[in-house]
């Protein structure tokens, strides 16, 4: 008896400590190009920092010691970094470091396949229609979320569309791990797509996605935007011009399929921030799409609701969504994501934007002045002031429009003040990049948002200057996307040797197969720990920082996917492989 249950204790302390330990090299698992900057940051626990760079049949072809070391100002961790560079010949190779040792690949383009499986995540979630075995694979599904009978909410209704009214707001793309779709985030990810499609339209131009409308005269990333576009369209209230904020279930759906879900979806308060989103996100694809036949006419009427809920927005400037205040008035009772807000200044300099530079209207023209930023800011949904600066960037470097000068003397300086600081912290940081020393880099979809977003901006720094630094500077948070971190994880599925395979997303889990849908982002570290009380029997290993993930899938706040989070991705990649 007593042999027995030390047998078990002994199995339960091995079930719980059992996990194998973590591979000490933390490196890009995905690719590196022949010509860039190459580095790995090795934990103190290899309890070595000298490296050796072996070709897959054993030849030693580089070996060296690490450059410098770092400490990790979260958890106190010391890192060394390794340097090889001076490696240049594409292969696939081994990197070993004590008893550890890694895959490195060494190719041209090696971010092409992250950024055209980014952009393929798009097909897999769509709204509305099968997704069909000849683009999807082993992940094909049938058709759900007609959202043909969608209702109008208490809080949106209007004389023409009062409570209970009926309208068809089909096709869209899910918004993330749940099954709503929120105008905020679509008109960001449509937003941040079409600015890396307009820097880099060559590239995407030859972007093969094998969907459905593969193959006729227009893009692939345009058809499958136009997927979303065509729903964003039918938010808006053609009665008085404003728009929705989002259509959504009153609660969350259960983790079932999509053909699953029975609940009635809503159509709920329209708001200043959704109207204005919707206006500068319309208003830029009027300008993109009039270029392709398929989409002129499309293009016509795009900007036409734009114009239209533009104009609602100027009427109410300081309608917020308030899902409280609603919550306390109306049936039924909403609990979905809010992508609220507390000011629209921010949405009103995008949409001048957009609307002045696809119109020449000198009204759009003076609002955007009004309205000019005063400071750098990483764009994010809630945040959105900086697609409209990056716009006026890139505007300016190929137009000669007098006016676009202006925000150009403005704007310029505060980019690149801002490029510079972040740059000087490479020098010292533990994973060799311009992220992760600063507390606010880990939040919240911080592997998208201040991660890539930080590469997108010098990324623009790049494109603005010509200027290298910036270049491998966007490197380098790609670097940290495909491994370079503390965790180890290749943070896209699909990729890499170290992959996550648990994401919050309905599909992924329901869908009775292993992997989860490729291609998608992981939100990442978030020391808000949000989910906390969500796990049941997971638990977060590790409060540090940088350390707080968790590849389970009811880890909502460092492990769910979003259609935002992999515009970002898809900008950074195709942005950085565009440019090597
Ligand atoms: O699944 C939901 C996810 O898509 C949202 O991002 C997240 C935050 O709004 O909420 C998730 O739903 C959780 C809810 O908020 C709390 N109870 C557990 C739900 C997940 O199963
Ligand atoms: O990305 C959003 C993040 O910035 C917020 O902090 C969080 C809580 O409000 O919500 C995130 O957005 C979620 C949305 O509300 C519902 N769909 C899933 C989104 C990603 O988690």
């Known amino acids: 008896m007593k042999k027995l249950s030390v047998i078990l204790a002994c199995s339960l302390v091995m079930m719980a400590g059992c996990k194998p330990k973590d591979n000490p090299i933390k490196l890009n698992q995905v690719g590196f190009y022949p010509q860039a900057e190459k580095t790995a940051s090795i934990e103190d626990d290899a309890r070595t920092n000298e490296a050796a760079l072996l070709t897959m049949d054993g030849k030693v072809v580089w070996e060296g010691k690490a450059v410098r070391e770092a400490v990790s100002p979260w958890s106190g961790k010391t890192r060394h970094i390794i340097d090889f560079s001076e490696v240049t010949e594409p292969g696939e190779y081994l990197l070993r470091v004590g008893e550890s040792v890694r895959k490195v690949y060494i190719r041209n383009h090696a971010l092409a396949e992250v950024a055209q499986a980014g952009m393929k995540a798009y097909y897999l979630q769509r709204c509305g229609c099968p997704i069909e075995e000849q683009y999807a694979g082993e992940y094909a599904r049938e058709a759900a979320h007609f959202d043909t009978c969608v209702m109008v909410h208490p809080s949106a209704a209007s004389e023409s569309r009062p409570a209970g009214y009926v309208f068809a707001s089909p096709y869209g793309w899910y918004d993330a791990g749940d099954y709503n779709k929120y105008i905020i985030n679509s008109g960001f990810t449509i937003g941040m797509l079409l600015l890396g499609y307009e820097a880099d339209y060559m590239y995407y131009g030859a972007m093969a996605l094998n969907i459905p ?30 728009v929705y ?27 200043a921030p959704a109207a204005l989103d919707f206006a500068a996100t319309l208003a830029m694809a009027a300008r993109v799409y009039k270029a392709y036949p398929e989409y002129a006419t499309e293009a016509e009427n795009m900007l036409r609701q734009a114009e239209r809920a533009y104009a609602w927005a100027v009427r109410n400037p300081n309608v917020l969504y308030d899902q409280e205040g609603n919550n306390s008035k109306y049936e039924p009772q909403i609990s979905t994501g809010m992508y609220n807000d507390s000011t629209s200044w921010d949405e009103f300099f995008w949409a001048s934007t957009e609307l002045y530079i696809t119109t020449g209207q000198q009204s759009y023209l003076e609002q955007a002045k009004a309205f000019m930023p005063k400071r750098f800011r990483l764009p994010t ?27 150009v003397e403005k704007l310029r300086p505060m980019l690149f003040t801002y490029l510079d600081d972040q740059l000087g912290k490479v020098s010292t940081s533990c994973y060799q990049m311009p992220y992760g020393n600063d507390p606010t880099d880990f939040c919240w979809g911080g592997n998208a948002e201040i991660c890539c977003g930080r590469g997108i901006a010098m990324l623009y720094g790049y494109r603005l200057s010509g200027d290298p630094r910036y270049l491998t500077g966007a490197l380098q948070t790609a670097n940290y996307i495909l491994g370079q971190n503390a965790t180890g994880y290749c943070f896209v599925t699909g990729l890499g040797q170290k992959q996550v395979m648990h994401p919050h997303q309905r599909i992924s889990s329901a869908d009775g197969i292993d992997a989860p849908l490729p291609g998608f982002l992981a939100g990442g570290p978030n020391p808000g720990q949000h989910d906390k009380e969500s796990l049941g029997a997971y638990k977060y290993e590790s409060d540090f920082p940088d350390e707080s993930y968790l590849d389970v899938e009811p880890s909502y706040a460092s492990n769910e996917i979003a259609i935002n989070w992999n515009a970002y991705l898809v900008h950074l990649m195709a942005g950085v492989d565009a440019a090597f």
């Open 245 to 271: 904020h989002k259509l959504t279930t009153p609660n969350f759906e259960g983790f079932v399929m999509p053909i699953d879900c029975h609940q009635q979806r809503y159509a709920v308060q329209k708001s």
């Open 381 to 407: 949904w809630g945040d959105i002031e900086w697609l409209g600066a990056y716009e006026w960037l890139q505007y300016a470097s190929f137009t000669d429009d007098v006016n676009a000068q202006e925000f």
């Open 213 to 242: 409308e593969s193959g006729n005269d227009v893009p692939d990333i345009l058809d499958e935007i136009a997927y979303n576009l065509r729903w964003m369209q039918t938010m808006q209230d053609p009665e008085d011009g404003g």
